[in-house]
Every structure is written in C-alpha cells, then in structure tokens.
C-alpha cells in the first residue's frame, strides 16, 4: 500500500472515541519522535506526525502545559516522510520515527540538541560539528527481547508496544544483524519447549567472531531440557553452529555460558589504535559497534592529546576511551561505579599492553563532592560520557585549581546535556563545538559530543 494510502486507512481505525479535533503546521520533533506544534498557546505533541506537516489530530490527554495527540489525516506531507521498512513499525516501541528518511532523522536530532542546548542552557555552540553516522539498519550489536505468552499458551517474543508493556510478538526485526533476525522464527519454536520455565528475556550479544544467544528464565532448566537445547541448538544453527553460543541465566544472577563451551571469546576492536576489546554478556558497551570506532576516534582528536598529559575518563565503562587514549600516549584514570567492569578494563588495559599508562578505579560519581575533585589531583583534560542522568554533580564540583583545560562530553541524552553545559559555562568553559551522532537510526535517541574549553575560570 501506499504511504499516504497506508496512512489514511491507518488513520481511520484509529478515530473513535475522539476527544478533539484540529489541525496544526508541525514546526519541530520531540525526543520521542512526535511532531511538535503550538494551538492556542499551548504546545501539543503529536504522534506520528513530522516537521514541515500540516495535520489534523485528534487530542489523547490533556495536560496544563500541554496536549497530546495523534494524526488523524495528514493534509500537507513532509518531503521526508516515507514507508516505514519494517512490519511492526506501527506497534512495536523499538523504532520511533522509520517514517522518516535516514538523512533527515539526523538533521531533526541535531534540530533537537541545538533547541535543548538553547532552551534549558541558553547557550549556542560556536561550531557545529559534521554529524556522524553509518547504517540505518542491522546496526544493533546488542539487544534485549522481552517475552510473553498469549491466552493459547503460544510464546511472543520482541520488544515491548508503544507506550505499554505489551510485548509485540515479532519474527524479524530490521534493526537486529540480519543473521540475528532471521533465526528469530526458529528460536522461538525452540523457546516454545520451555515455555515452563518461566521464561523471562532473550538477549543478543554479536561480535564480529561470535553471537551469543543468553536465556533468562525464573525457573533452573532440569537436565533433560538442557540435553534438547543442546540438540535443538545444532539443528537451528547447523554449519553457522561455531559462530554461536548459548548462554544461560537465572533471575537476578549472572548469565553463565553453557553450549558450546569452547568458543571465541566476544568482544569488538578498534583498528584505528590497535585495541581488541573482549567482554562478557551483560558488559556495557555501545550497542553501535561500527559508529563506537568513528565515536572513540572523534572524541580522542577533539581531546588533541599530548603526550604525558593527565586525562580523566569518568563513566569509564571497559575502558572504550581509556585504552586508546592511554595508547596514544596520556596518563590516563578511568572512573566507573561498576565494579566488574573496572575489572575488564584493567584487564582490557593488560591485554592492549598499556597498564603501565592507565588506572581504574571505582567511584559513585553522582556523589562527587569538592573533596572528591581535590583527591583527584589536576588533570590536563577530561571526558565525559555518562547515562541518560548526565554528570551533575561532577560539573557542579569542579572548582580551580581543578578545572581542565577541555572537557569533551558524549552524551545519550541532550536534556541533561544542556543543563550540565550551562553549569561548565557558567565555571568559565565555552561550548567550543558540538554534534551529534546516530549511534541509534530509527530511534528518537539524541547522542550528542560537545567540547568545552576554559576560557576564564572563576
Ligand atoms: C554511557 S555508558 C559509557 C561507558 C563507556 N564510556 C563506554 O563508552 O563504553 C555510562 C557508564 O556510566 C556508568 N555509570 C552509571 N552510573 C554511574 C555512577 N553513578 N557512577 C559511576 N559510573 C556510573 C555505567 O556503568 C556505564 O559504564
Ligand atoms: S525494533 Fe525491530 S521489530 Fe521493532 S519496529 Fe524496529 S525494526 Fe521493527
């Protein structure tokens, strides 16, 4: 069908009920990938709607500051709107906005970060970067699939629906490697045999050597099962079978590896520095594994390092950036609040042969205090790459003699980005450049790098 036929009668199944109807010129995108207008004053966020629009909408709640609603017709359609490439685009929640064009999703996301940085930090980069970005589709290195079961007792498996918690029964999935996404149908027939063990998430882990297949269920497999899953494991996976790994977890314990045994280790290099970085099935690395490379190589030129300088990486992870950066030649102290990956990054450290330049440490940095900061000692320059909260309380605590010279930030999320960009600026740091990277094509998520120089500390 169509796109604009698909969304007519798309549109049409959804119009009982209706609250209120209008129409609105979308002038901007949301970081949930709704269209953004004002009516009457008051900004309304509607669904499946895009810049450069003009819909009619039906409102779905109704708040003080705003409204929320969906797209009953699209009157005037966007250039940039096009037929979302997956089946379950319409229900299933991992994708947000397919119905807009790759190109275009990249310049809306850097619409967003300019808007959040003006908006909550009232600041204005002096540069924007080029934007960085690779595959739309099969880019998704890790990925965890929730599972359920009809009132047949028949199993869904995928992500979760649309703003509920309904798990939206899939049997590919555009963003998973497709080798990944076409065994889904084959593996779910094999989950189906155990559906009576409470069967809780599949995840994926893929490397380039290695995939991992990890099975969380409430309930301990008994022998006989496991003897099927071995057997049910060489029929699925057949002459690809050395390329794959079954993993097994229990509720709230670690994943623990289980068939084969003896496989390739998992793990994702950076040629650019000569790093190979093996981890471990609950390990944070960046879902993107071909942009991480490009992302680590841009952080690591805009940090300009010199030799001997002193560099902090606080949310340090595995040591993604620590390791090349130590490679290239800093002294370099990675901070990170779990505890078992500051053990794979001392020994990642060991494995790239650069431990003598690089040390780990644990640390809560959400409790960095003034005192904290002081029992760091001076760094050169520092980067930045927390979750989605952002690094408040490490840029509220710097203070001089402390400060660094250039504070590179990675971000997930532009809000909290803004708002710790107004706390640097307001220490003495310019928001020398910043751009983003869609580390997650399909999805509203914004990830976004930033470089703060010090200009006048105070
Ligand atoms: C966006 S990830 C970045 C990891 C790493 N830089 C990388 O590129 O792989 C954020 C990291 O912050 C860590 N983290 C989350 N909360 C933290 C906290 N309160 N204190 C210290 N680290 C934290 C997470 O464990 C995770 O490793
Ligand atoms: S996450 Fe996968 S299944 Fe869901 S909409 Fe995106 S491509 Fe389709």
Same mark, same amino acid.
Request: charged content about 25%; proline content about 5%.
């Given at each position: +069908?169509?796109?604009?036929?698909?969304?007519?009668?798309?549109?049409?199944?959804?119009?009982?009920?209706?609250?209120?109807?209008?129409?609105?010129?979308?002038?901007?995108?949301?970081?949930?990938?709704?269209?953004?207008?004002?009516? =009457?004053?008051?900004?309304?966020?509607?669904?499946?709607? +895009?810049?450069?629009?003009?819909?009619?909408?039906?409102?779905?709640?109704?708040?003080? !500051? @705003?409204?929320?609603?969906?797209?009953?017709?699209?009157?005037?359609?966007?250039?940039?709107?096009?037929?979302?490439?997956?089946?379950?685009?319409?229900?299933?929640?991992?994708?947000?906005?397919?119905?807009?064009?790759?190109?275009?999703?990249?310049?809306?996301?850097?619409?967003?970060?300019?808007?959040?940085?003006?908006?909550?930090?009232?600041?204005?980069?002096?540069?924007?970067?080029?934007?960085?970005?690779?595959?739309?589709?099969?880019?998704?290195?890790?990925?965890?699939?929730?599972?359920?079961?009809?009132?047949?007792?028949?199993?869904?498996?995928?992500?979760?629906?649309?703003?509920?918690?309904?798990? #939206?029964?899939?049997?590919?999935?555009?963003?998973?490697?497709?080798?990944?996404?076409?065994?889904?149908?084959?593996?779910?027939?094999?989950?189906? %045999?155990?559906?009576?063990?409470?069967?809780?998430?599949?995840? @994926?882990?893929?490397?380039?050597?290695?995939?991992?297949?990890?099975?969380?269920?409430?309930?301990?497999?008994?022998?006989?099962?496991?003897?099927?899953?071995?057997?049910? @494991?060489?029929?699925?996976?057949?002459?690809?079978?050395?390329?794959?790994?079954?993993?097994? !977890?229990?509720?709230?314990?670690?994943?623990?590896?289980?068939?084969?045994?003896?496989?390739?280790?998992?793990?994702?290099?950076?040629?650019? @520095?000569?790093?190979?970085?093996?981890?471990?099935?609950?390990?944070?690395? !960046?879902?993107?594994?071909?942009?991480?490379?490009?992302?680590?190589?841009?952080?690591?030129?805009?940090?300009?390092?010199?030799?001997?300088?002193?560099?902090?990486?606080?949310?340090?992870?595995?040591? =993604?950036?620590?390791?090349?950066?130590?490679?290239?030649?800093?002294?370099?102290?990675?901070?990170?609040?779990?505890?078992?990956?500051?053990?794979?990054?001392? =020994?990642?450290?060991?494995?790239?042969?650069?431990?003598?330049?690089?040390?780990?440490?644990?640390?809560?940095?959400?409790?960095?205090?003034?005192?904290?900061?002081?029992?760091?000692?001076?760094?050169?320059?520092?980067?930045?790459?927390?979750?989605?909260?952002?690094?408040?309380?490490?840029?509220?605590?710097?203070?001089?003699?402390?400060?660094?010279?250039? #504070?590179?930030?990675?971000?997930?999320?532009?809000?909290?980005?803004?708002?710790?960009?107004?706390?640097?600026?307001?220490?003495?740091?310019?928001?020398?450049?910043?751009?983003?990277?869609?580390?997650?094509?399909?999805?509203?998520?914004?990830? %976004?790098?930033?470089?703060?120089?010090?200009?006048?500390?105070?």
């Amino acid at each position: +069908m169509p796109c604009r036929a698909k969304w007519i009668f798309l549109m049409k199944m959804r119009t009982d009920n209706r609250q209120y109807e209008g129409e609105a010129d979308i002038f901007s995108l949301d970081y949930e990938g709704r269209g953004v207008a004002r009516v =009457n004053g008051k900004a309304l966020f509607i669904e499946g709607a +895009m810049p450069g629009e003009r819909v009619r909408f039906e409102i779905i709640r109704s708040k003080k !500051q @705003f409204d929320e609603a969906r797209v009953i017709d699209i009157i005037r359609y966007s250039e940039n709107r096009v037929e979302p490439k997956c089946r379950y685009f319409d229900t299933c929640g991992g994708c947000l906005i397919q119905h807009i064009d790759s190109t275009a999703q990249i310049a809306f996301k850097q619409r967003i970060m300019e808007e959040q940085l003006e908006r909550i930090g009232k600041i204005r980069p002096k540069q924007i970067l080029p934007a960085i970005y690779g595959t739309p589709w099969h880019y998704r290195e890790r990925a965890r699939l929730s599972i359920s079961k009809d009132a047949g007792g028949r199993l869904k498996i995928g992500f979760k629906a649309k703003k509920s918690h309904e798990v #939206i029964d899939v049997d590919s999935c555009m963003v998973l490697p497709a080798h990944i996404s076409e065994k889904l149908p084959k593996i779910k027939q094999m989950l189906q %045999s155990l559906i009576d063990l409470d069967l809780l998430f599949i995840e @994926f882990f893929n490397s380039e050597k290695l995939t991992v297949l990890n099975i969380c269920s409430g309930k301990k497999p008994p022998s006989q099962k496991l003897r099927q899953l071995e057997k049910w @494991f060489d029929t699925i996976f057949g002459h690809e079978k050395k390329q794959w790994q079954i993993w097994l !977890q229990a509720r709230r314990q670690g994943a623990q590896p289980f068939y084969p045994k003896d496989c390739q280790p998992l793990g994702y290099a950076l040629p650019e @520095f000569e790093v190979e970085m093996p981890y471990k099935p609950g390990d944070f690395t !960046q879902i993107n594994a071909g942009l991480n490379g490009v992302m680590v190589g841009r952080a690591l030129k805009l940090l300009d390092i010199q030799k001997n300088e002193r560099i902090a990486d606080l949310f340090c992870g595995l040591g =993604n950036f620590s390791i090349p950066m130590a490679k290239s030649g800093a002294e370099v102290v990675g901070i990170e609040g779990e505890g078992s990956l500051v053990k794979r990054a001392r =020994n990642n450290a060991s494995a790239n042969g650069c431990s003598d330049r690089v040390s780990f440490f644990e640390a809560d940095l959400f409790e960095t205090d003034e005192v904290v900061v002081a029992s760091w000692g001076q760094f050169d320059k520092m980067l930045l790459d927390p979750p989605r909260g952002g690094a408040y309380a490490v840029v509220k605590s710097l203070h001089a003699p402390y400060l660094p010279v250039r #504070i590179v930030y990675v971000s997930c999320n532009p809000a909290t980005f803004a708002r710790d960009a107004e706390v640097l600026v307001n220490k003495g740091y310019k928001l020398k450049l910043a751009g983003v990277m869609n580390m997650f094509a399909q999805t509203s998520h914004v990830e %976004s790098i930033g470089v703060f120089d010090l200009e006048n500390s105070i």
